[in-house]
């Protein structure tokens, strides 16, 4: 159980396209998402928070203008990185929990995205 | 300020030998602790949690770790590794009784390279 999917899981494109990343929760209830980025070598760093049927809470630093996040449903958040630039590159994560604060966050496989 | 650390960031083991990943953490507030394994270009997997009871905590693949709340340390342990153990490894904590969403902190993450 608490199987989260992303896709994709690998995106290259040109500078200046946009790219949206889906995170979906197969087979539980997710009141809240988290997106993560993690740059070679490093660890996870929290973009944002995102509950569902509100607005994201995005992380000091993070332009969210720039980086797009809905959660329209239970089971359903997206990322868009509008116009994206060779730095937007990196590996994006991310993750599901089910309504309490207890219950650990559940991590989709990641998606590699280069942009050239 | 709450933070985690993992001091080593690489820990070379033998085959079938014992392992310790160490982990601590910075806090004057009750915590939820968790560890997650993170193969390479894939998400972050649930090792085990701690969120009370029991500081002996057993998870999956023969893990386990003890929270020491006198040393706020959150090691984990494996008795004997194999290769498939290769992999990074991540402490996380999370703060529920401090408001901003119970996210989690994560600490740097150790590699665990097991030799033959």
């Known amino acids: 159980g608490a199987v989260v999917s992303q896709h994709p899981s690998r995106v290259i494109c040109k500078s200046g396209t946009s790219v949206k990343i889906e995170c979906r929760s197969l087979d539980f209830q997710a009141t809240t998402m988290f997106w993560y980025r993690q740059f070679p070598k490093k660890s996870l760093m929290l973009m944002a928070t995102s509950n569902e049927g509100s607005k994201a809470t995005y992380e000091q630093g993070v332009e969210k203008d720039k980086f797009l996040i809905n959660h329209a449903s239970l089971t359903l958040s997206t990322l868009t990185v509008t116009s994206a630039h060779p730095e937007d590159s990196s590996f994006y994560i991310c993750?599901?929990?089910?309504?309490?604060?207890?219950?650990?966050?559940?991590f989709g496989d990641g998606t590699r995205l280069s942009i050239l | 300020a709450q933070s985690v650390t993992q001091l080593d960031s690489q820990v070379p083991v033998f085959e079938e030998a014992p392992v310790e990943l160490r982990c601590n953490y910075s806090s004057s507030v009750s915590v939820y602790l968790f560890w997650y394994v993170q193969y390479p270009n894939q998400g972050l997997q649930l090792l085990l949690k701690?969120?009370?009871?029991?500081?002996l905590v057993k998870g999956i693949n023969g893990f386990e770790a003890e929270f020491n709340k006198s040393q706020t340390s959150f090691h984990l342990r494996k008795p004997s590794v194999h290769i498939s153990d290769t992999a990074e490894y991540f402490c996380a904590v999370s703060f529920p009784f401090t408001g901003g969403g119970n996210k989690l902190t994560f600490g740097t993450g150790t590699q665990l390279k097991v030799e033959l």
């Open positions: 993750s599901a929990r089910a309504g309490v604060s207890n219950q650990p966050q559940h």
């Open positions: 701690y969120l009370s009871g029991s500081t």
